[in-house]
């Protein structure tokens, strides 16, 4: 056989494999033995060992991975993955719809069931598997490609033409059958066993293996394609276009006219969840208009056109051996149970919340109570109530302390606030918190700066503030326990370093409420220093595209607070980067509303390139708005922006202003 013909004859091999695994995977209905199966995949192997050039990226041999990876690097996803907004009650998805119908007076829902899994991201280019990443922390995560390319219900070339060049996010798990005998075959080999499918599911994709992820039985379900080279009208299209394409599409998923319907949906399908071969920890509802999706928008952490119904959490009985009081970053004094340890949701829980004092007190909770104890969300364990029943006399209440357990200064608390509050700026827990999160990775990064060390450097009245990080010595460091001169190095290499971290993990680090990672980059590619951003107001701050009132008027109060200013003086004495390289753009101050479907290009994108040219994007319509973008199906905006005589533009004329062709 010549190489043409092999070529030929390995196309005509892998159309089959693919056909059958398209069969087997999505469809459920295999046409040929397993046997047949493999016979089919040891020719294409033969013939691709005879040709090794003709082999390619998305042919099926190329499931199992080669040599074991060093690492996993670090990819940004061109959309963030922005996390859902939760309903624990029938009411809170009521309210959700009411709040929906305050924008869009016709809704119709798309009901999925919530996969308890591991988040992907999958990149196609041209039809051909190009990258998986991991969610991380929304704005990047782990590219994991060689781990997913071993997951045979992801197609590594897509079916058809209606889907060549797009991002599909989904979730991957362990199918709780396989789970079961899996960790029947690990605890047989003495090897690890995991605590529940989810752990199972991550746990393999963290392998640097790609051959044992592929001795492990995960599969998918997808349900989103982030942005594509062709214009879907609802969810519900796009769903009908994953399937086609060789996704698995969940076939429990259901259109609801309305409110109530997907409400019945929610009540059926937690009846079903112990039946499911899949852990389901909820429904998460979507608005299936993509003109109403675009038209609600998204807030910084969460879009608002759609919302997850968390379904009864798993519970367990425990005895509270101890109630602790924590302060926090703030100064807010909590109280946390401390626990005999017990298995909830297959995690074993041996902490967990009580929330706040008035909760302690209205649920009359105990020190030597038994107590039922769940994971909120399947995530946070708290302490429901007490078994007041199993009493015995000795239990003792806990009441709210006078003094911080910590610094000894007099507790405060406020007639708006619930919080309880720790008023010593000074207080030794709540510098460590401080210090902690502005080290921290997502912050200023200062590694072999842990807890421990933090506390050290404390006690021994090394620091007062964050600044005094960077006035450290080696002969400060050399005073404590555990430190020769290699690990002083490092540290003082560490905070170095940090000084160069730019604008917006300098933003995150400081603590503002309410401004996490994505606001803070939001901020830094607003504005050029922190100077900048220290001068506006919370009603200024309120236009910016993402930021919400809330976080405007924490930003503004921070920077209000004389201790806070005196801060940043200090940091840009030590010659901390407070400066970015100023943006120079044709668009420079002219603020950009978007209202309606763009057919090119994705709202983000185009605010990117707004700000990219050294504009603003803001969320709402006013008289200081200098360009209304219009789309497909516009909104309220519009109509309010043709009342003030505002310049309307289109997508053409956008491209046209800002250079794209």
């Known amino acids: 056989m010549n190489k043409n013909d092999a070529k030929k004859q390995i196309q005509k091999l892998r159309d089959e494999i693919n056909y059958h695994n398209y069969q087997y995977y999505v469809e459920n209905n295999p046409v040929i033995s397993d046997y047949e199966y493999d016979m089919l995949l040891k020719k294409l192997e033969a013939l691709e060992t005879q040709y090794p050039t003709l082999i390619t990226s998305d042919s099926p041999t190329q499931r199992v991975g080669g040599e074991p990876l060093k690492g996993f690097a670090t990819v940004g996803h061109k959309i963030p993955m922005i996390s859902l907004d939760n309903a624990y009650s029938y009411d809170e998805l009521r309210e959700f719809d009411e709040r929906v119908k305050k924008v869009v007076t016709e809704v119709e829902y798309i009901c999925e069931p919530k996969i308890d899994g591991v988040s992907i991201a999958l990149i196609y280019e041209n039809g051909v598997f190009i990258r998986g990443a991991t969610r991380g922390d929304g704005i990047k995560g782990d590219d994991i490609s060689s781990n997913l390319r071993t997951i ?13 060049n797009a991002e599909v996010r989904g979730e991957v798990y362990f199918p709780i059958s396989s789970f079961k005998r899996f960790n029947k075959e690990q605890e047989k080999k003495g090897e690890q066993v995991f ?9 393999s994709l963290r392998q640097l293996d790609p051959r044992i992820v592929a001795s492990r039985p995960l599969d998918t379900y997808l349900y989103y394609i982030s942005y594509a080279d062709k214009d879907f009208k609802s969810q519900e299209k796009s769903l ?7 996704f ?46 675009r ?54 829980v041996s902490r967990a919340t009580l929330h706040n004092f008035d909760e302690l007190k209205r649920k009359d909770i105990r020190v030597g109570d038994m107590v039922l104890v769940e994971r909120s969300g399947d995530v946070i364990p708290q302490v429901v109530k007490s078994i007041s029943e199993k009493r015995t006399g000795e239990e003792k209440a806990r009441t709210i302390p006078r003094k911080c357990p910590v610094c000894g200064s007099d507790v405060i608390r406020t007639l708006d606030e619930v919080a309880v509050r720790c008023p010593n700026k000074q207080c030794p827990a709540r510098l460590k918190w401080r210090i902690e999160y502005f080290a921290s990775r997502d912050a200023m990064d200062i590694d072999h700066l842990g807890g421990q060390t933090i506390d050290k450097l404390i006690e021994k009245g090394l620091i007062d503030n964050i600044a005094d990080l960077y ?25 170095e370093k940090s000084k160069h971290q730019g604008l917006a993990r300098l933003m995150y680090g400081l603590g503002i409420r309410h401004v996490g990672k994505y606001a803070s980059q939001i901020l830094a590619a607003q504005y050029q220093s922190i100077d900048e951003l220290a001068s506006k107001t919370a009603e200024e701050l309120t236009q910016i595209h993402g930021l919400g009132e809330k976080t405007a008027e924490a930003i503004a109060t921070f920077f209000a607070t004389e201790e806070n200013i005196e801060l940043i003086n200090k940091l840009k004495g030590i010659g901390i980067r407070t400066k970015e390289t100023k943006k120079e753009g044709p668009l420079n101050g002219k603020k950009f509303v978007f209202t309606g479907g763009l057919s090119t290009l994705s709202r983000p994108d185009a605010s990117d390139l707004v700000m990219k040219k050294g504009g603003m994007v803001a969320s709402a319509i006013g008289k200081d708005i200098d360009y209304v973008v219009v789309g497909s199906d516009p909104g309220s905006k519009y109509e309010k922006a043709k009342k003030l005589g505002l310049t309307i533009i289109d997508e053409n004329e956008f491209k046209k202003l800002i250079g794209v062709s």
Do not use: M
């Open 295 to 348: 038209e609600l928008g998204s807030t910084i952490k969460h879009p608002r056109w759609a919302i997850a119904f968390k379904f009864t959490a798993k519970q367990a009985t425990t005895k509270l051996k101890d109630i602790v009081i924590q302060v926090g970053r703030t100064g807010t004094l909590t109280p946390v149970a401390i626990l005999e340890p017990v298995q909830v949701g297959g995690v074993t």
């Open 240 to 246: 009908e276009t994953l399937r086609a394409a060789g």
């Open 248 to 293: 698995r599409i969940n076939p429990l998923i259901k259109k609801a006219a309305s409110i109530e319907e997907a409400i019945s949906y929610c009540r059926t399908l937690e009846t079903k969840r112990e039946s499911l071969d899949y852990e389901i920890d909820g429904v998460v509802l979507k608005v299936n208009s993509f003109a109403q999706q």
């Open 195 to 203: 605590a529940n499918p989810r752990n199972a599911a991550a746990g």
């Open 471 to 495: 006035a450290l010595t080696e002969q400060d460091l050399l005073q404590l326990e555990g430190f020769k001169e290699k690990s002083v190095q490092n540290l003082l290499d560490s905070i």
């Open 152 to 164: 045979r219900s992801i197609p590594l070339r897509l079916h058809g033409s209606n889907l060549q």
